[in-house]
C-alpha cells in the first residue's frame, strides 16, 4: 500500500469524525456495508473504482482526499459552465493560453509551474477533434507521451489491468487514482468526471494571482468570448 493511499485513508477516517459520520452512514454513501467499510478504513479492503466514484458523486471532496488540497471554484468554471458546448474547446485554449500569461506576469514557478504544465498539456490535447473517442486515460498518457507499460509502472498496476482502465472496461481503484497524483501530478477529479473539461489545476494557478490580475484576465477571457458572439454562426446575445 503507497503512502499516498495510506494518506487518503487518514483524510477519509478524519472526514468521516468530523462530519460526525458513522461508519454504517459512509459506507452507505459509497454503497458499501459497515463491514466493508470498516475493513477499507483499516487498511484491510483497497477502495474501489465505483466506491471512490459513489464519494464524488455524493459532494465529498475527492481531491482533498487524495491530495490534501482543498479543490477552489473560480470564475473559470463559471464561464465554461455558461459557454456552449460547440464552444468549449475554444473557451479551453483561450483560458490555457491566459493561464500561461498571467503566470508570466507574475512570474510563477516551481512546483506551481509543473503542475499546470501538467494540466495544460493534457488540456490542449484532449480538444484535439481526433482523441474524442478516446477515454482521460488515454489523453494522459499521450499528453505524457508514455506506453501503456510505462503508464502500468507509474500507476504500479499490470499492463493487462491498465489496458482494461484505459479502454473503459473497469474504473480505476483509489490506489491507483492516488498513484496517478503522486506519481504524474494528476489530482482524481480529472478521471472521475465524465466531461473531461476539468479546470481543478488551472482554478488553483488562478487563486495564486493577485485579484487586480484576476481581474483583468478574466475581462481578457470575457472579451474573447465576445467575439465569438459576432462571428457568423455564434450565438446571439
Known amino acids: 500500500m503507497s503512502s499516498a493511499y495510506d494518506k487518503l485513508l487518514n483524510r477519509l477516517n478524519a472526514y468521516r469524525k468530523m462530519q460526525n459520520m458513522s461508519q ?5 454513501v459509497m454503497g458499501i456495508t459497515q463491514s466493508h467499510y470498516s475493513k477499507v478504513e483499516n487498511g484491510k479492503k483497497i477502495i474501489s473504482g465505483e466506491e ?3 464519494l464524488d458523486m455524493n459532494g465529498i471532496d475527492v481531491d482533498y482526499l487524495v491530495s490534501g488540497i482543498k479543490s477552489p471554484r473560480t470564475v473559470l468554471d463559471d464561464l465554461m459552465e455558461a459557454c456552449g458546448r460547440e ?3 475554444e473557451l479551453l485554449q483561450l483560458i490555457v493560453w491566459t493561464i500561461q500569461q498571467g503566470m508570466e506576469n507574475a512570474q510563477i514557478g516551481g512546483s506551481a509551474a509543473v503542475r499546470c504544465t501538467r494540466e495544460i498539456e493534457l ?8 482523441t474524442s ?3 482521460v486515460w488515454y489523453r494522459i498518457r499521450m499528453a505524457n507521451e508514455m506506453t501503456q507499460g510505462e503508464m502500468a509502472e507509474a500507476l504500479d498496476v499490470s499492463v493487462k489491468r491498465y489496458r482494461e482502465i484505459e479502454k473503459g472496461n473497469t474504473r480505476a481503484s483509489a490506489e491507483v487514482v492516488a498513484a496517478l497524483y503522486e506519481n504524474l501530478g494528476y489530482l482524481p477529479s480529472i478521471i472521475l468526471e465524465e466531461d473531461v473539461v476539468n479546470l481543478s489545476s488551472l482554478n488553483l494557478i ?5 485579484e487586480e490580475l484576476q481581474k483583468e484576465l478574466e ?4 472579451k474573447g468570448c465576445g467575439l465569438w458572439e459576432c462571428r457568423p454562426g455564434g450565438r446571439s446575445k
Do not use: D
Request: glycine share 4%; net charge negative.
Open 133 to 135: 473517442e478516446h477515454t
Open 87 to 89: 464552444k468549449k474547446a
Open 123 to 130: 488540456l490542449r490535447y484532449q480538444v484535439f477533434p481526433h
Open 52 to 54: 471512490l466514484h459513489n
Open 206 to 210: 488562478w487563486e495564486e494571482f493577485e
Open 24 to 28: 454504517e452512514s459512509m459506507g452507505s
Open 219 to 222: 475581462a481578457f477571457i470575457r
